[in-house]
């Protein structure tokens, strides 16, 4: 089978040769047959985060595809299945967090196209526990994009607690931004959109977004208050100052939710303000199981849209570049 390697962080990946992976007891192999390229898998190839992946790696978090084989032991999945396989590739299921519906904080969580070899392949392993059965009638092509950039927004919101008289800040029309701004619509809210492209901007009117905020133009926190301030932003641009702005753009008892990753990322809140505006300021790592099964059921009841042109695996190394430049409509998607 074919696979993208990451070889060492900041140079190109490679498409190799690789022998088909066995399943072991627990895991099924699957045949890929779409997978994502999230903006999570580029920080992953430049080694951007403090914890690191060690290469050489497989990328790819939003791989969907057959069930092909079944290791030992796992008798809920059945082979010709389709199944997505997330960042969260496996958890304990025994500690706090997992126990309280909080399995993407467990501490020995392991993540896929991170610490195990991901999607950007044509064969890839998957624990069975956690590769999500996706629903019939689903495209494999949009069900790829649900499988990170949906469950991570709609979760936000949740986090968010977004509710139909608010107004959300959805910052960054990327990947995870077009499909927040459609969550937030059916949350019922007035949605901000901020970015820094004709496009995405143009994207985000499509899709419903009520207030379009060009941050190259105007400041989107004088833009946000003029409207009263939002209820909560979502930061999912890989820009510190983007976050900084949005921030300014909340109202009293306002949510910044900070969803983007950028490297080495920090932000200055100040204190006197967060207090006495009772601002709160809160990480949001993807979704569980149970939120991407949410986001598979709303798209098969037609109530989402995935915005992706499909690729094949060897761009890879174009595909990224697009994505840095901001020319890539919403997702890529490589087909197998
Ligand atoms: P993307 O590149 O598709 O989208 C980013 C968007 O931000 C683009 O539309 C870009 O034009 C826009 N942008 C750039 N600068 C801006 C600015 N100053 N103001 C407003 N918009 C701006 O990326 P993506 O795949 O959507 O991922 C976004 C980030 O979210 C990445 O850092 C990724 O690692 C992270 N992420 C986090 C989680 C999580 O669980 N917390 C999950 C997935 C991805
Ligand atoms: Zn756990
Ligand atoms: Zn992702």
């Not at 977004?162 to 995870?176: D, E, F, K, R, T």
């Not at 004709?198 to 003029?226: F, N, Q, S, T």
Request: include cysteine; charged fraction near 20%; charge should be negative.
């Amino acid at each position: 089978m074919r696979a993208a390697v990451v070889q060492a962080f900041g140079r190109p990946l490679v498409i190799e040769e690789r022998p088909d992976p066995e399943p072991g007891p627990g895991q099924v192999r699957i045949r890929v047959e779409a997978s994502g390229l999230c903006h999570t898998d580029i920080h992953a190839a430049h080694g951007d985060w403090p914890i690191k992946p060690t290469p050489p790696f497989v990328p790819g978090h939003e791989g969907v595809g057959i069930v092909e084989e079944l290791g030992a032991g796992v008798t809920h999945l059945a082979i010709g299945q389709r199944v997505a396989v997330p960042w969260l590739g496996w958890a304990c299921g025994r500690c706090e967090h997992c126990l309280s519906g909080w399995e993407t904080l467990c501490e020995q969580q392991r993540n896929t196209g991170y610490g195990v070899d991901g999607g950007y392949a044509e064969k890839m392993l998957a624990s069975a526990d956690f590769a999500t059965p996706v629903p019939d009638g689903i495209d494999p092509r949009d069900a790829a994009p649900l499988t990170c950039a949906g469950v991570t927004t709609y979760k936000a919101l949740k986090v968010a607690g977004v509710a139909p008289a608010q107004l959300v800040a959805i910052s960054g029309v990327g990947g995870l931004g077009h499909l927040a701004v459609q969550y937030a619509k059916i949350a019922g809210a007035t949605v901000a959109a901020i970015d820094v492209t004709d496009e995405k901007l143009e994207l985000a009117r499509k899709l419903g977004a009520d207030i379009l905020i060009d941050a190259r133009k105007e400041d989107p926190a004088e833009v946000l208050k003029r409207h009263g301030g939002a209820h909560s932003a979502i930061a999912l641009a890989v820009n510190e100052q983007a976050f900084t702005a949005v921030y300014g753009g909340l109202r009293r008892g306002g949510k910044l939710i900070m969803v983007a990753l950028p490297a080495g990322g920090t932000i200055q809140v100040p204190i006197f303000d967060t207090v006495l505006n009772g601002t709160s300021v809160i990480g949001s790592i993807v979704g569980t199981r149970q939120d991407l099964d949410e986001v598979f059921r709303l798209h098969a009841a037609g109530r989402t849209k995935v915005i992706y042109r499909t690729r094949s695996l060897d761009t890879v190394n174009e595909s990224i570049a697009d994505v840095l430049r901001g020319e890539v409509e919403a997702r890529i998607v490589f087909e197998m």
